[in-house]
C-alpha cells in the first residue's frame, strides 16, 4: 500500500432525504492515526457523515473508500469486518436499558473469548476508570445514571472492543469541562498511544483545539474548508471566522 493513501477517501458523497439535500458532494481525507474533526453548524449533516461510512445510512452518490477498496464492491462479509473495526459513539448514547453498565460496555466483545462475568466486570471498569467514572456504577442501569454518565458509559463502550477507527458524535456534549477535558486527553491517548484513527463531531471548540491534527468544516452539504488548529485560529475564511469566534453576525445564519 502507497504511504500516501488514506485510510478513508470520501469523494462526492451526497445524501438527500425526500427534497432535503443534507450530503451535496462531501470530498475528504482520512489518514491513519491522524485525529480529524468535523464541524458546522447544526443539522447540517455531519451525523449523516458519519452514519454513511458507518454504513448505516446509503449514500446516493459518490464513494468511500477504506484502504483503497470502495465500500460499494465489498462483500456482506467485508463490510462487517469493517465494521467489527469501527467504533461509534452515537449523539445519544445508544445505551441498553435493561442491562446493567458492565453488560453494555462489554456487549460487543461478549460474542468472542471472554465469558466469564468477573472478568468481564473486571475488563468494564478498567473501561470505566479511562473515562473517569467509579466502578460503583458497574451494576446500576443506565436510567439511574446522569447523562453525561450515560455518555462516558457509551464511550468506555465504544473503545472496549479496541477499534482501529473511532466515530465520536459529539463526545462531550453534556460534560463539565473537567470531564471533557477527560474525554479528550482520551481520544488523544487512543489516536497517539494507540494508533486508532478517530473522526469526532463537536461544538466544542476548546476540544477542536485540543484533538484535531485535522479539522474540516461542513457548510451546505460539503466540506469548504480544512485546516488545522493553527489554521483555525488565523483563517480569513468569513464562514469558519464566524463559527470559530462564536459570532451572530456573519454570513451563517
Ligand atoms: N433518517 C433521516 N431521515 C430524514 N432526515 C434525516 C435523517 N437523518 C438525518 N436527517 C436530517 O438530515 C439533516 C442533518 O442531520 P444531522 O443529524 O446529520 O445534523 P448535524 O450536523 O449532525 O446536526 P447537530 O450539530 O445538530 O447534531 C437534518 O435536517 C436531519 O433532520
Known amino acids: 500500500m502507497p504511504q500516501t493513501q488514506p485510510l478513508i477517501r470520501i469523494r462526492g458523497l451526497k ?55 470502495d465500500i460499494e464492491t465489498m462483500s456482506q462479509s467485508q463490510l462487517a469486518s469493517i465494521r467489527d473495526h469501527i467504533g461509534m459513539l452515537f449523539q445519544g448514547g445508544a445505551l441498553f436499558d435493561s442491562l446493567p453498565v458492565w453488560r453494555n460496555i462489554t456487549f460487543a466483545i461478549t460474542q468472542g473469548h471472554l465469558r466469564d462475568p468477573a472478568k468481564m466486570q473486571k475488563l468494564a471498569s478498567e473501561y470505566l476508570a479511562r473515562v ?5 456504577i458497574l451494576n446500576l442501569r443506565s436510567g439511574e445514571l446522569s447523562g453525561g454518565m450515560q455518555k462516558r458509559v457509551a464511550i468506555a463502550r465504544a473503545i472496549a472492543a479496541k477499534p482501529e477507527i473511532l466515530l465520536f458524535d459529539e463526545p462531550t456534549a453534556g460534560l463539565d469541562p473537567i470531564r471533557s477535558d477527560v474525554i479528550d486527553d482520551l481520544t488523544l491517548s487512543l ?34 474548508w480544512t485546516g488545522n488548529t493553527q489554521d483555525l485560529r488565523t483563517t480569513d475564511n468569513p464562514y469558519v471566522r464566524q463559527f470559530f469566534d462564536r459570532k451572530a453576525e456573519g454570513p451563517l445564519h
Do not use: P, W, Y
Not at 31 to 40: F, H, L, N, R
Not at 44 to 52: D, E, I, M
Open 15 to 69: 445524501k438527500s432525504f425526500g427534497d432535503h439535500a443534507v450530503l451535496q458532494g462531501v470530498d475528504i481525507d482520512i489518514d491513519k492515526g491522524q485525529s480529524v474533526v468535523i464541524i458546522g453548524q447544526s443539522g447540517g449533516g455531519k451525523s449523516v457523515l458519519l452514519k454513511t461510512i458507518l454504513g448505516l445510512i446509503e449514500a446516493d452518490a459518490g464513494s468511500i473508500e477504506i484502504e483503497g477498496q
Open 132 to 136: 473517569g467514572l467509579d466502578d460503583r
Open 191 to 224: 489516536v497517539r498511544d494507540n494508533g486508532m484513527t478517530a473522526i469526532t463531531i463537536t461544538h466544542d471548540m476548546a476540544s477542536v483545539c485540543k484533538i484535531a491534527d485535522k479539522i474540516a468544516f461542513l457548510h451546505e452539504g460539503r466540506i469548504i
